[in-house]
Each structure stands twice: as C-alpha cells, then as structure tokens.
Nanobody, 114 residues
Framework: VQLQASGGGLVQPGGSLRLSCAAS????????MGWYRQQPGKQRELVAN???????YYAGSVKDRFTISRGSAKNTANLQMNDLRPSDTAVYYC?????????WGQGTQVTVSS
C-alpha cells in the first residue's frame, strides 16, 4: 500500500486548508485511515481518523475545527481544517492500517502564521 498525501501550505490564523490522502495498491482491508502530525521536538500525535464503518476520532485540540472524511471507495482520507491556529503548525502524515500492517505517507507541511 502506498499513501500519497497532498495539500498543506502556508495560511494565516483563522484560515482553512484541506489535506488529501490517496491509497493505492492492495487497499482492501484498510479499516482505518487518518492523519497524524509532528511538531519540532515533539512526538507524532494522532489528529483524526475514521474507520471503515465511519466511526471517527478527533484529538481534543482539533475537535469542532477539523473534519475527516473518506471517499466512497474508502481509499481516500481528507482532512478539512478550519479556524487554523499557529499551534496547528506541524508536518502532517497520512496513516492507514489493516489487520497486519500500518502504512505512512510522506509528510506535508502546514504552517499557520501571519
């Protein structure tokens, strides 16, 4: 499985960005897809994920501001980020898991700054 992430960039506080992740290869069985982020000097943290059955998880710091969705074929994961804050600045990584393995996409930088 390969994960291709896109989106990210520079945005002012209060702005919005959308991250997209597309999985290719043997994508059946990817029962969870989501996004992590890592800030300099900190551990990678889970931001949001969604299961095959559309159950979602959001970190407390992004709840009510970020929305995760998966495409109908369940091989894409999008993260709509609204009301962005400087504290959201990080490298964001797409993540997916099946019953045996987990997969990571390349990171995409999100910078929130005026």
């Amino acid at each position: 499985v390969q994960l291709q992430a896109s989106g990210g960039g520079l945005v002012q506080p209060g702005g919005s960005l959308r991250l997209s992740c597309a999985a290719s290869g043997p994508v059946w069985g990817l029962y969870i897809m989501g996004w992590y982020r890592q800030q300099p000097g900190k551990q990678r943290e889970l931001v949001a994920n969604m299961t095959w059955s559309d159950d979602t998880y959001y970190a407390g710091s992004v709840k009510d501001r970020f929305t995760i969705s998966r495409g109908s074929a369940k091989n894409t994961a999008n993260l709509q980020m609204n009301d962005l804050r400087p504290s959201d600045t990080a490298v964001y990584y797409c993540h997916a898991r099946n019953t045996r393995f987990e997969y990571w996409g390349q990171g995409t930088q999100v910078t929130v700054s005026s």
